[in-house]
C-alpha cells in the first residue's frame, strides 16, 4: 500500500472534514490552531494523508521553530490539546505507521500528542526515530446531575450541597460577548497558580473567542451579583472540554469551584455531549483529586517525538552545553 498527502488544505477543507470524524474535539479545529499561531507564532500546515485504497486522514498540524530557529518541527497537537491522525472510522495500526512514515519525509522533527478519545492510538509507534511518552486526560461520562451525583466522592457532595445554601449565582453565556468580564477573572486568579506554564495572555483568548464561535461558552459563578469564577467550555462532536477554569483568590475554593464545575456538567449534558473533559493534571495531586471527586478517570494517550539528525545534533550539543555550564558553576562554588 501506498501513501500521498495533500499539504496545507484550506480551513474549509479541514473543517469539512472534521465534521465527518465521530472522535474529533475542538481541539483538532482551525479555530483552536489558529489562535494558538497567532498568538505563539505558529504556521499552520495541516494535512490530509490518502491512502492507495482510498481511505483518509486528516492530520491538523502547525510549525514551530526550535534551538532558535535553527529547525523548523511539525506538531499536531497545540496549546496542551489533543492531536493525532483524524479519521470518518478507526485505522488498523499498519495504516497509521504508513501515514507517519510519509508526514515525515516532509518534516523529519514531528511531535503528535494523541487523541485519548479515539478507540485506538492515532499516533506513531516506537520505531522510524519516534521517542514515546505515556500520558493522560481526566474525563467523565455525562448524565443527569442526578445520577452524576451518585459517582461524586462523599465530600464533593458535601461542597455541592453547601454551593446551594450559600446562594451561587451560575451564568452560562455565549463566550464572543464576554471576553472583557471573562479576562477580568482570569487575570486576577492566575496570581495564585502554583505554575505559571501555561498562563496565556489576553491576545489568545481575542483570538479563541471569535474564531471558536457557537463552540465556545463561558460559566460564570457569581457572589453578590459579581463573577468570582469562570469555566470556558469547547464543545464539538460529543465531547466538550473544560479549556480554562480560574476561581478569584479570597473565595471558598470547594463550594464555589463545585458550583462553577457542576454548571459546566448540567451544560454539556443539556448540548446533547457525551464526555467532559477535564484535562490533564500533570503531577498536581490536588487538582487530580479535585478531577477524580467528580467521577472523573484517566483516558491513556502518548506524546511521541521523532528527531531528524539535525534535532538529534542540537539536542546532544544543547545537552553537553548545559553540562559544561554545571561543571563550571560547580567548580566556581567549590573554589
Known amino acids: 500500500m501506498r501513501a500521498s498527502v495533500r499539504w496545507n488544505i484550506p480551513e474549509t477543507d479541514w473543517e469539512a472534514f472534521l465534521s465527518a470524524c465521530p472522535r474529533a474535539t475542538f481541539y483538532h479545529t482551525p479555530a483552536w490552531y489558529r489562535a494558538n499561531a497567532e498568538t505563539y507564532g505558529l504556521e499552520l500546515a495541516s494535512a490530509v494523508i490518502q491512502l492507495s485504497n482510498g481511505e483518509e486522514a486528516l492530520l491538523p498540524m502547525a510549525i514551530r521553530g526550535k534551538y532558535r530557529g535553527l529547525i523548523r518541527e511539525a506538531v499536531a497537537g497545540v496549546g496542551g490539546g489533543y492531536g493525532g491522525l483524524v479519521t470518518p472510522k478507526p485505522w488498523p495500526m499498519d495504516w497509521v505507521q504508513l501515514a507517519f512514515r510519509e508526514v515525515a519525509t516532509r518534516y523529519s522533527e514531528l511531535f503528535v500528542y494523541s487523541n485519548p478519545f479515539e478507540h485506538y492510538f492515532n499516533a506513531p509507534l ?25 459517582r461524586y466522592s462523599r465530600s464533593r457532595r458535601k461542597q455541592c450541597r453547601k454551593a446551594m445554601a450559600e446562594g451561587y449565582q451560575i451564568q452560562v453565556l455565549p463566550a464572543r460577548d464576554e471576553l472583557d468580564r471573562f479576562y477580568q477573572v482570569y487575570e486576577e486568579a492566575v496570581v495564585g497558580w502554583v505554575s505559571q506554564r501555561w498562563v496565556r495572555p489576553r491576545l489568545f483568548f481575542e483570538r479563541l473567542l471569535a474564531y471558536g464561535g457557537d463552540h465556545l461558552k463561558i460559566c460564570f459563578v457569581l457572589h453578590e451579583g459579581q463573577p468570582i469564577g469562570a469555566r470556558l467550555i469547547a464543545s464539538y462532536g460529543t465531547v466538550g472540554i473544560g479549556v480554562i477554569y480560574a476561581l478569584k483568590r479570597g ?5 464555589a469551584s463545585s458550583a462553577l464545575t457542576e454548571s459546566a456538567l448540567a ?16 503531577s498536581l495531586a490536588g487538582i487530580r483529586y479535585f478531577k477524580e471527586s467528580f467521577g472523573a478517570v484517566p483516558l491513556p494517550g502518548v506524546l511521541a517525538q521523532r528527531q531528524g539528525i539535525a534535532g538529534r545534533v542540537l539536542g546532544h550539543a544543547r545537552s553537553a552545553a548545559l553540562w559544561g555550564a554545571r561543571l563550571i558553576h560547580h567548580a566556581d562554588g567549590t573554589g
Open 126 to 150: 516506537p520505531g522510524f526515530g519516534f521517542r514515546m511518552t505515556e500520558t493522560s486526560t481526566q474525563a467523565l461520562a455525562l448524565a443527569d446531575l442526578d445520577l452524576l451525583r451518585e
Open 251 to 255: 473565595h471558598d475554593q470547594g463550594s
Open 267 to 282: 451544560h454539556c449534558y443539556k448540548e446533547g455531549l457525551r464526555f467532559y473533559d477535564f484535562g490533564a493534571s500533570g
